[in-house]
């Protein structure tokens, strides 16, 4: 995590609106997973990143949660101020859109995790001939590129490639994806050569990435609103451990969830009861899924035939 995150009480939350009002050019509703997300910013190219990313909402419906992206030269860079009773956030002298996304799909998940029993996961959701696979790790793991290489294959659809939402239902449970279009990296094509014309369309910022929409690529067919979870996959990158995929008993695989803050850096409220909650669903998940340990040090290749296979094996 490289932004610092302080909670703030309702009445600090009406000084900071106050205080940033002047700076707001735009204001844009947006759905995500069922919630109206308002963003409030200056900033032209964040509005318009924001606009391609998520869904329409009409203008007329009451927010559930707010993200304030401003500019402030008092305040330390990558500052993030949030209130929890309204579903307020500041996102202060941060340029880098992905956390802003992340963010805002924070925000929607903290309304529907106290009130609707939905959970975030931070990771890609695939459906591999209707079985629900999902893929989490800590960052440089290699999930991005092991997302996009398996979408390759044309019996994969997918569901997210960076975050989705999931609730239990008896002993399944559903995950269900919230983005228009997907943050993607301007390396991509250099693992996978089949997103080139993609990426030449695409109109990158300054961190090299770029919102896109896959239907150009993989066929508006192919991206699904749900599907039901049969298997994660928990990438780590270790070059002095074994290549071979291994499978952990249910609480291993939630102690190592646990221990590494359920892969989810952007995680808002971190309190006991917050942190209950998680650890109740995680505990479904490991329990309901099969679950596999995939090393990524060595070649993409390698990772993405090790991967596939257990998908569709």
């Given at each position: 995590m490289v932004y610092a995150v302080r909670l703030i009480a309702i009445r600090e939350k009406e000084e900071y609106?106050?205080?940033?009002?002047?700076?707001?050019?735009?204001?844009?509703?947006?759905?995500?997973?069922?919630?109206?997300?308002?963003?409030?910013?200056?900033?032209?190219?964040?509005?318009?990143?924001?606009?391609?990313?998520?869904?329409?909402?009409?203008?007329?419906?009451?927010?559930?949660?707010?993200?304030y992206v401003v500019a402030d030269p008092t305040v330390p860079e990558n500052t993030v101020l949030y209130d929890p009773g309204s579903k307020t956030a500041f996102l202060i002298n941060i340029g880098y859109y992905g956390w802003i996304k992340s963010l805002a799909l924070s925000v929607a998940g903290d309304v529907l995790e106290d009130e609707h029993g939905i959970y975030s996961v931070h990771g890609a959701c695939i459906d591999a001939g209707g079985r629900g696979c999902c893929i989490v790790g800590v960052s440089g793991a290699g999930k991005t590129t092991q997302t996009y290489g398996v979408l390759r294959d044309r019996t994969t659809r997918v569901v997210a490639d960076d975050w989705f939402y999931a609730r239990i239902y008896g002993e399944e449970i559903f995950a269900y994806g919230s983005e228009k279009n997907f943050y993607i990296r301007a390396d991509l094509a250099t693992v996978w050569p089949e997103y080139a014309d993609l990426l030449e369309r695409a109109d990158f910022d300054a961190e090299g990435r770029a919102v896109v929409d896959l239907r150009l690529v993989i066929g508006k067919g192919r991206i699904l609103p749900m599907t039901t979870l049969r298997q994660m996959f928990v990438l780590y990158r270790d070059p002095d451990r074994p290549l071979d995929p291994r499978h952990p008993g249910s609480g291993e695989a939630l102690e190592l969830l646990e221990e590494n803050g359920w892969f989810n850096p952007h995680l808002l409220v971190r309190s006991p009861f917050k942190e209950d909650l998680r650890r109740r669903f995680f505990s479904a998940l490991c329990a309901g899924a099969d679950v596999t340990l995939i090393n990524t040090a060595g070649t993409p290749e390698e990772t993405q035939r090790t991967l596939t296979s257990l998908m569709h094996g």
């Open positions: 609106a106050e205080r940033y009002a002047p700076q707001v050019r735009y204001e844009v509703k947006s759905e995500i997973y069922g919630c109206c997300i308002k963003l409030l910013t200056g900033d032209k190219g964040v509005k318009e990143r924001w606009e391609e990313n998520f869904y329409f909402i009409s203008q007329s419906i009451r927010s559930h949660g707010r993200l």
